[in-house]
């Protein structure tokens, strides 16, 4: 991000002097009036409930299905869970793509899938723990239903190591070597940057008191928190894009935290930037979560989750 980026951040924080954070995003759309949608499908720019059938007829004529998560969330999974199962059953030639792992993992998905590992010999060498914190009970019933029914599994992501860097010295401090076959992201727009503001905030109190939110979203660190979320956008997206665009592909399923998907910011923004069109978005949502946020443009089609 460089004249572009600082121009719209300019434009960011004057907004944001006027705009509560956690509006920023529907500021300009006006709410959907039904929000307690729990447990079904909806259709977000239609305002309307669908049945299972018809969503999920829907979302398995695309070539790429983005479902996302809040990764602390067990529902959340096993909703992803019951979803890559029912469009396998529309359509067996399917790919999933996770977030979860670093390029590096791949050797070792390929040989889990094609059964020549033992369940602790394929956790061992993935090494769980060091790629992601979250649960693994949450995501290990999808690496065996891929396992059991010989589902490729891609290794959407880069080494945490790399985002690390990005997000500590910035983009143009990486050389291509070191970028594990990652080009520059397409340049985020003043939507998604209001977007990632609100992120960026909340993980950051300590930048954002009274006066000093401004400041905060003008200064460097910001910029950085920006070009690591872009690094995995576009690692993601080129990841999957690899795969579509080969002759007689499967179709993929990518598995993606919500923050990289909603809004078409993100992941789908990357994808259409390398001409990767024909792409659903399913985010999951919890009665708790803030109706605002539930604008027509949100995703494709959100499922409600009711415990």
Known sequence: ?????????ALLALFLVSTPLSRAVAAEHPAVPVCQIAPTWYVPSK??????????????????VL????HDNADHHRWQLHTIAALAFQDPKIALGFEMFPRRAQPVLDAWV??????EDFLQKIDWESIWSFDLQYYLPMFQLARMYRIPLIALNVDRALFNRVAH?????????????VDAPAPAGKEYLRYLAGSFLRHNPSDSAGDDVV???QGQKFLRFVQGQQLWDRAMAKAIAAVVSKPDSPRVIGIIG?????????VPAQLAAMGVNDVAVALPWDEHFDCGELTPDMADYVFGVKR
């Open 169 to 181: 010295d910035g983009w143009d401090s990486v050389p291509d070597a070191d970028r594990e076959g």
């Open 67 to 70: 479902l996302g998560e809040h």
């Open 1 to 9: 991000m460089h004249i572009r980026g600082t121009a719209l951040l």
């Open 215 to 217: 400041t905060a979203i």
């Open 47 to 64: 305002n309307a409930v669908v049945q299972a059938e018809e969503a999920l007829q829907s979302l398995v004529r695309h070539r790429v």
């Open 114 to 119: 094609n059964g020549s590992l033992s369940e």
């Open 258 to 266: 919500s923050g990289h998907l909603a809004y078409r910011y993100g």
